[in-house]
């Protein structure tokens, strides 16, 4: 952790590293529901000619709806989507990921979220979705470490992941500077949006994909699992002892 933590700080010539607030995803983070958007997202594809395949679904995650349905339209229909096609195309996305079991939460994101709840660090959820389902679940099913001023979601911001926009409202609504704040994050487009807003950024790979796709994009460390993370003591560590 030290060696991560020394190349953090001279990667972006910042002086101290003194964590405050740990900033966490939501999807594949706090929920295990990407395999369940990933297959939404594939056959939602299928259905309008669009070819995505599930991986590609895992690549895509973090982006608006609107920004992956135009990357695919872009691809095989050689245009952007119109504003009913996005429309159209999302509404029959959220209803098969509506129709698919209720989410599991993470395992090990709740042993996690006590690390850091005991480490007086403060914990804020910045998350692409505007899934409502998902949002409403935070607090019924991790009660007690939510507030509602503390949760991003992609109603709050103008740009999506992989865009710095929402860890940057994250570092705003807490007051901090970059270097007083930690990510979770498990998308490769997600470790892109919060090291471009040069918080140390941790990746749990809790997908299909290789670690690579994640250490690629500037994450500072890497675990494979959120139990893997919550079993490294890494928060107790860093605990804050001013607060
Ligand atoms: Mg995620």
Known sequence: MEQAINLYLQKRGFKAFTPKAVFFD???VLFDSMPYHAASWAQTCTSFGLEMDKTEAYMHEGRTGASTINILTRRHWGREATEQEIADIYAEKCRLFNACPEAPKMPGAQQVLEAVKQAALTIVVVTGSGQQSLLDRLNTNYPG???PELIVSS??????????????MALQR?????????????????VRSATAAEIFTIAVNTGPL???ALLQEGADMLFPSM??????????QLARHDA
Do not use: C, I, Q, R
């Open 26 to 28: 939501m999807d594949g």
């Open 210 to 212: 290789p670690e690579s």
């Open 155 to 168: 109603k709050d911001v103008k740009h999506g992941k992989p865009h710095p926009e929402p860890y940057l």
């Open 227 to 236: 139990t893997a993370l919550a079993e490294s003591g890494l928060f107790a």
């Open 145 to 147: 470490f939510f507030t």
């Open 174 to 190: 807490t007051g901090l500077h970059p270097w007083e704040a930690m990510v979770v994050e498990n998308a490769p487009l997600g």
